[in-house]
């Protein structure tokens, strides 16, 4: 929506406020970034108070725009805008409490600690990948929903956001799926913190984003007209837009302006006041003119009435429409999932399969994606080796984005930052798959995905030697204790098909966190024969061979692939009458999580521990103690068969009894 513009001098004193409370709040305390906010407040007065569909009221309206401050360093300028707008929690005080524990302002936007941010940033790049995944999930719930999703991105990126290399990714995907309601403000000021671009770039970034299937043009920054001009053109482009706004950092200040010093410090009371007379802005620190208040708040209110007819046009729908509609955004799974779970778990005691666990991962997709229509699944470029496309699934695509199955293309980075600003909109649950060593092209968006509590589901398959000839670029080692050590995260490694479909549930059911599942390439035994309703995995280890009989003098941890070399190496100890007994560990995190005692009776009192996993020991004395024997990898691994490398690695049920019998030697 555009409304009749504001007078010039209305315009500078609104923008001018958040220069001003920028300033202040920075200088307050003493850290933060003001030369953004300066730089920003024309472009973010003329978006926020013409064009942004906000309700400050309700900052959850599904059908807001969405707007994503990808240079998170510039956070003040979000927290002026809040409070401008009239934001309930955004206070005054708040804004004096820049940076302070538990205020609502810290350095960095957090959306978990602020009403109405949309995502977490400063990590540069991410803000822009996860703009293109609200983009996608805006065009596909529209798709499937109609006109009560009807919603524009507009990300706000600097300099820095677009020569991270994960920007190239976001914007090639935007660019491919046509995702004409996003809209990129590059603030093109040349300058970052080690002085002016000139030092490290001369990319040409309007013919970077033409070349990726943009609309792209070149404005001046501080041309409310021509802001808006840039923005009624873009709400009209088939294609996704970038506008270059040509700006001054630290604009008003007298000496810093236009330099990096005015990137990450307080100007200083000599500058502001300078700043001040130049903005000819009169007002004390952190007083807003009431005539200025007063038209933010006007700007804030105007979307009302939008807000108005979507309540209605929601009402309208058909019940059931409404109430999935609802569900989706709640991120309640539907009703049955309990139930379908069952019912393969009963196929599967009936028919055992012995199959990798990337098979059994597809295996469970076809029975979930059909019972979870909002999972979202994709894989970069490894649909056939992720497993992660169940068969009716059809491609999420221009122009039809009704599919629920995204081609990300090589393109991790871009893929895991994507799926986080899928899972922020809401609606969709994202879910894709790669390999599980490029886990580190993924791992700056998963932290972020742990941080922000979003429930994202990497699939990552291949996951260790057992991959075989490709060798040791592709085999990981050090892959799953470097997950393992990301708060928030749920790393799996399921041992079966049978654990492979409890490790699903439990990561579609954690609506609070993101989960890896670290898959096989290789077949393996279905370990797990009798039928369990109960979802043994949720415990996080449990003992999946328990001892035949008397005194246990070993116990066997494993996880994945070696559960069943760990089952074989317990029946080489039983025939030479040294009892032992196989616990599975598919997810350390859920096990940490038990109480000391369960997680002592699961651990139990056998003299001797031993675990088993083709991967580094690191992680693994929390639960073998130093003194347990651990069988795995202590180097990178090696292109050979797989079965040759679990005998030259010595990952094998005849070793595994071997270190359980030297220790009980001792
Ligand atoms: C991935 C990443 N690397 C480095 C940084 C540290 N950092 C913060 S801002 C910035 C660059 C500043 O330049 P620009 O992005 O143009 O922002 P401006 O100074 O124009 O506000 C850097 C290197 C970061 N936040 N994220
Ligand atoms: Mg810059």
Not at 30 to 39: C, D, I, Q, T, V
Not at 120 to 137: D, K, S
Not at 331 to 352: F, I, S, W
Request: charged share 20%; glycine share 10%; net charge neutral.
């Amino acid at each position: 929506m555009m409304n009749a513009p504001a007078s010039r001098a209305d315009h500078d004193r609104m923008a001018n406020a958040i220069r001003a409370l920028a300033m202040d709040a920075v200088e307050q305390a003493k850290s933060g970034h003001p030369g953004l906010p300066m730089g920003a407040a024309d472009i973010a007065t003329v978006l926020f108070t013409k064009f942004l569909k906000i309700d400050p009221a309700d900052p959850k309206w599904p059908d807001r725009d969405r707007f994503v401050l990808s240079a998170g360093h510039g956070s003040m300028l979000l927290y002026a805008l809040l409070y401008l707008l009239g934001s309930e929690t955004m206070t005054i005080d708040q804004i004096k409490r820049f940076r302070q524990l538990g205020s609502l302002t810290p350095g960095h936007p957090e959306n978990f600690v602020t009403p109405g941010i949309e995502t977490t940033a400063g990590p540069l790049g991410q803000g822009l990948g996860n703009a293109v995944g609200m983009a996608i999930a805006e065009r596909h719930l529209a798709a499937q929903f109609g006109d009560i999703v009807d919603h524009h991105t507009y990300v706000f990126c600097s300099d820095g956001d677009l020569m991270e290399g994960i920007s190239q990714e976001a914007i090639a995907l935007a660019g491919h799926l046509k995702l004409n309601r996003l809209v990129v403000l590059f603030d093109d000021n040349g300058i970052s913190i080690d002085g002016p671009l000139s030092l490290a770039d001369s990319v040409d970034q309007v013919k970077r984003f033409e070349a990726a299937g943009w609309t792209a043009s070149r404005i001046d920054g501080h041309d409310p007209q021509a802001i808006a001009a840039a923005l009624v053109a873009a709400k009209k482009s088939d294609k996704p837009t970038m506008i270059a706004c040509k700006t001054t950092i630290g604009f008003g200040a007298p000496t810093k302006a236009g330099k990096s010093s005015s990137h990450g410090s307080p100007l200083g009371a000599e500058e502001i006041k300078g700043a001040r007379e130049k903005l000819g802005w009169t007002a004390p620190a952190f007083e807003i003119p009431a005539d200025i208040l007063k038209l933010w708040r006007d700007a804030g209110r105007r979307s009302q009435s939008e807000h108005k007819a979507w309540n209605a046009r929601l009402g309208a729908l058909p019940a059931d429409k409404r109430t999935e509609f609802e569900r989706r955004q709640n991120g309640d799974l539907p009703r049955d999932l309990a139930d379908a779970v069952r019912g393969v778990k009963e196929q599967l005691a009936a028919t055992p399969k012995d199959i990798a666990t990337r098979i059994s991962s597809e295996f469970a997709l076809e029975t979930l994606t059909a019972a979870i229509p909002e999972m979202v699944g994709g894989s970069a470029d490894l649909t056939g080796s992720n497993n992660t496309r169940a068969k009716a699934m059809k491609p999420l695509a221009a122009p039809d984005y009704a599919g629920t199955f995204i081609h990300y293309g090589i393109r991790e980075h871009g893929m895991a930052a994507t799926m986080n600003g899928m899972a922020l909109h809401g609606g969709v649950i994202p879910y894709s798959g790669t390999f599980l060593v490029f886990a580190d092209y993924c791992r700056p968006s998963i932290r972020l995905a742990a941080l922000m509590g979003e429930r994202v589901i990497h699939v990552m398959t291949h996951d260790s030697i057992g991959l075989g000839e490709d060798g040791p670029t592709h085999q990981p080692v050090e892959t799953l204790a470097a997950l393992r050590a990301i708060p928030n995260l749920h790393v799996f490694r399921p041992c079966d098909v049978v654990e492979t479909l409890e490790c699903w549930q439990l990561a579609l059911e954690n609506k609070d966190g993101p989960s890896v599942l670290a898959l096989t390439r290789q077949n393996l035994p279905q370990l797990r024969k009798e039928m369990v309703t109960r979802n043994l995995c949720a415990g996080g280890a449990y003992e999946i061979a328990p001892s035949i009989a008397g005194q246990v003098r070993v116990t066997i941890f494993a996880t994945g692939s070696e559960v069943a070399i760990a089952v074989d190496a317990k029946k080489l100890l039983d025939a030479q009458g040294v009892l032992a007994r196989v616990v599975s560990v598919p997810s350390f995190e859920l096990f940490a999580a038990q109480s000391t005692a369960d997680r002592a009776a699961i651990i139990g009192t056998a003299p001797v521990k031993v675990a088993v996993e083709a991967a580094v020991r690191q992680g693994w004395d929390a639960i073998i103690g130093p003194d347990g024997a651990f069988v795995g990898m202590s180097t990178f691994g090696a292109s050979a068969p797989f079965k040759d490398l679990y005998r030259h690695f010595g990952i094998t049920p005849e070793k595994v009894a071997e270190a359980a019998l030297s220790k009980l030697a001792k």
